[in-house]
């Protein structure tokens, strides 16, 4: 018997205040640790995770991001990283698509934009930024997450940019269908990896038809592939 559309509404309520409640947690845990994890050995490990990885996988470019306070920071690796192999940072509008820019110094030199996120001054599209650069090995893209479950399922911070720009429902998806071979050719190099503490690594979180996945989380005790759906 298929649910009605008041009980799944119920259970839409539910995940959402699920959601809310966890997020809270999360960032108040994450406040507490601030001035403990900032410079600790914690940063350091996943910075040397992240590398491990990029040796492994060789992508030809690595999407990364700006870590506020609190976040797992891999700044260091992303500016040791730039110099040899092309590393961009996201932007974000609101209501919008994320748009890519360069790192090309000190993360900490950019301007703090929207929310306090540090951005690359001279941005372009996701699908516009990276089909410029060479193929054919993959684009990795490192995804921050409040938490992560063991099928890649991620909890965002809620203003569903990465979701929007590369979930299944997302910009490049939408130009992909609509014929786009340039996003049609990026989609197929994207590779995600999530990143969290591993104290935030969670049993399971709802996920719906529009949610990012990835296939592995990086935390500051190395990366874990995740198990796919009905494994």
């Known amino acids: 018997m298929s649910e009605s ?13 699920e959601k809310t409640a966890l997020r809270a947690e999360i960032r108040a845990a994450r406040r507490a640790q601030a001035g403990q994890d900032q410079g600790s050995s914690a940063h350091t490990q996943l910075c040397m995770h992240a590398a491990g990885l990029v040796s492994q996988v060789r992508p030809a470019a690595v999407i990364g991001y700006a870590a506020l306070p609190g976040e797992p920071s891999i700044d260091a690796f992303l500016e040791s990283l730039a110099p040899q192999t092309p590393a961009f940072l996201p932007a974000t509008r609101r209501g919008e698509p994320l748009r890519l820019g360069r790192l090309t110094g000190k993360v900490a030199e950019l301007p703090a934009r929207i929310w306090g996120i540090r951005e690359p001054e001279d941005t372009d599209t996701v699908a516009e930024a990276l089909a410029r650069v060479p193929g054919p090995a993959d684009l990795l893209v490192l995804v921050p997450g409040l938490a992560y479950d063991g099928s890649g399922v991620r909890l965002g911070n809620g203003g569903g940019f990465y979701d929007r720009t590369f979930g299944p429902l997302g910009e490049l998806a939408g130009l992909a269908r609509a014929g786009d071979p340039a996003a049609a050719a990026v989609r197929e190099r994207l590779r995600f990896v999530g990143v969290c503490w591993e104290r935030e690594r969670v049993d399971s979180l709802p996920c719906e038809d529009w949610d990012l996945t990835v296939s592995a989380v990086l935390t500051e005790n190395g990366v874990r592939p995740v198990q796919e759906a009905g494994a």
Request: proline share 8%.
């Open 5 to 17: 559309p008041e009980q799944r509404r119920r259970e839409e309520h539910e995940e959402r205040e």
